[in-house]
């Protein structure tokens, strides 16, 4: 996607924003911003860590595709109590 070529439909209308979007688990709104949030701890007091996302959506399928820019953030995933690896 980042290269501006849909990998699901092959399109070329790809777009990328960095737009405000709602919160959720693991993922914080911030002015303008998608966020990647961390935390050490279920309590929401705890250890807090934000790394900016970049996202792209093809106009001609609707496929979307997130990615953080922030290679720290992504290194703290293991030890985040609000993210866990997916099994296969």
């Known amino acids: 996607m980042k290269s501006g070529k849909c990998p699901k ?3 070329a209308e790809v777009y990328g924003s ?3 979007s709602s919160m959720g688990a693991g993922v914080t ?3 303008n911003q998608l966020l990647l949030q961390t935390r050490r701890d279920e309590a929401w007091a705890g ?3 934000f790394s900016q996302l970049s ?3 093809c ?3 609707g496929y ?5 820019e922030d290679r720290g953030a992504l290194d703290r995933l293991h030890q985040a109590a609000n993210w866990i ?3 296969k």
């Not at 979307?64 to 953080?68: A, F, G, H, P």
């Open 9 to 11: 439909c092959g399109g």
């Open 18 to 20: 960095t737009s405000t």
């Open 29 to 31: 709104a911030g002015e």
């Open 47 to 49: 250890d807090f860590h």
């Open 55 to 57: 996202y792209y959506a």
């Open 59 to 61: 106009k001609d399928c």
């Open 64 to 68: 979307m595709e997130i990615y953080s």
């Open 85 to 87: 690896k997916v099994k």
